[in-house]
């Protein structure tokens, strides 16, 4: 992206450039120290939109809502999907990576929360063909609703049991 940034700021600054001779030589000298500036106000802008692109893409940039609202329109439209939340969607050159929260239905088996991932994963990469990588964490929704980081709250009770308060990796341990 710098490259065309350079070559098209090289263009401008020829045509400003041979502006200021072609005023010197009819007579105008005065069009060669404005088309200087103009030029240079050139390069400056050039190089601050370099350096805006450049830090974004090292800052882990959110990229454009409508591609993020594609993410979600894909991810809610799996079968079994009750929620999607906490979508981070960044860019690493052309590609994309999301990582996203699902709420499913908290009587489902593991294996059947890992499928609807795993199409969750699928729809986005149908409808999102530059997102390279994708990471779904499956939350029951009953947990997610009252906390929306998804972990169970101390004395919670997951799936009939009591718990000590306790939490390790967000589970309750006896």
């Known amino acids: 992206m710098a490259e ?59 990229t454009d809502p409508e591609t993020i609202n594609s993410v979600w329109v894909a991810a809610a439209s799996v079968g079994g999907v009750c929620d999607v939340h906490s979508i981070a969607m960044r860019k690493y ?15 489902i088996s593991v294996v059947m929360g890992h499928e609807i991932a795993m199409q969750v994963e699928g729809a986005i990469r149908l409808e999102c063909p530059s997102v390279r990588g994708v990471l779904v964490h499956v939350d029951p929704e009953s947990v997610h609703v009252d906390d929306p980081e998804g972990h169970p709250l101390p004395g919670q009770v997951l799936n009939g049991r009591g718990g000590t308060g306790k939490v390790m990796h967000g589970m309750n341990v006896q």
Not at 93 to 107: N, Q, T
């Open 93 to 107: 050159g052309g590609d994309s990576y999301v990582d996203l929260r699902i709420g499913v239905d908290p009587s």
């Open 4 to 62: 065309a940034f350079h070559h098209r700021s090289d263009a401008l600054s020829s045509v400003g450039t041979f502006a200021g001779i072609l005023g010197g030589r009819l007579g105008l000298p005065i069009l060669d120290p404005i088309a200087g500036l103009v030029v240079a106000v050139m390069i400056v802008w050039m190089g601050l939109k370099i350096i805006r692109a450049s830090s974004d893409e090292l800052m882990d940039a959110q």
